[in-house]
């Protein structure tokens, strides 16, 4: 089975930019969770989603969003990027019960300049 | 909502020698509890996890130890080589709410 996949794996904005994030889950899995990775702070949980609907929301501001497609796929959108978004994004998809294992993708490295 | 602390933040070890690293967390509803390693670089890879059923679980030199009364659970590496230098999340999650990780502990395996 193919693994979690993200694209872009890299990308530069300037501050006031937004960006959109793909996350493509292993088959079958239907719920994708994204988290931003910071030296500091760790995994920070932004948001789950399930079957096309928001199963979970983190304590970050509305300028951080995020839908699922009918395959599952996830996007997360940043809108007006501050430099303190620079981090590593990682979404992660598992099955549909809240005990199956999550598996992470690659992530995508956002700079923010 | 659930808070999970991790220690140590850093952890120095001799090769050979065993590597403890502890978590408690705060929701008693908490009933998965995942250990993630993450190498310099690379996306976070599950190395072993346990359910609140257990108590105990053993995969090779890895072994993840459960304690619900006192809600702290521990993860052991016996016998560390090099290629255990990682850092490591501990995580906990009570049914369908989400995953909470740890801080991140930073083993460093001394040749």
């Known amino acids: 089975k193919a693994g979690v996949t993200q694209t872009p794996r890299y990308l530069i904005k300037t501050r006031g930019q937004q960006v959109t994030l793909s996350c493509s889950p292993i088959?079958?899995?239907?719920?994708v969770s994204w988290y931003q990775q910071t030296p500091g702070q760790g995994l920070q949980f932004l948001f789950e989603?399930?079957?096309?609907?928001?199963?979970n929301k983190g304590n970050f501001p509305g300028r951080f969003s995020g839908r699922q497609f009918s395959n599952s796929r996830s996007e997360m959108n940043v809108s007006t990027l501050e430099l303190g978004d620079s981090a590593l994004y990682l979404c992660?998809?598992?099955?549909?019960?809240?005990?199956?294992?999550?598996?992470f993708g690659p992530g995508t490295r956002l700079t923010v300049l | 909502g659930e808070n999970v602390e991790q220690h140590p933040s850093t952890l120095s070890v001799q090769e050979g020698d065993s590597a403890v690293i502890k978590c408690t967390y705060s929701?008693?509803?908490?009933?998965?509890f995942p250990w993630y390693k993450q190498e310099l670089g690379k996306r976070p890879q599950l190395i072993i996890d346990?359910?609140?059923?257990?108590g105990e679980k053993k995969d090779q030199r890895i072994a993840v130890t459960l304690n619900k009364t006192a809600k702290h659970f521990s993860l052991h590496i016996t016998e560390t080589q090099p290629e255990d230098s990682a850092v490591y999340f501990c995580?906990?999650?009570?049914?369908?709410?989400?995953?909470?990780f740890g801080k991140g502990t930073r083993l460093s395996v001394i040749a």
């Open positions: 992660a998809s598992s099955g549909s019960t809240g005990v199956d294992t999550q598996y």
């Open positions: 088959s079958g899995h239907r719920s």
């Open positions: 989603y399930f079957s096309e609907t928001q199963r």
């Open positions: 929701d008693s509803a908490s009933n998965y």
């Open positions: 346990i359910r609140s059923n257990v």
């Open positions: 995580a906990a999650k009570a049914g369908n709410t989400p995953l909470v």
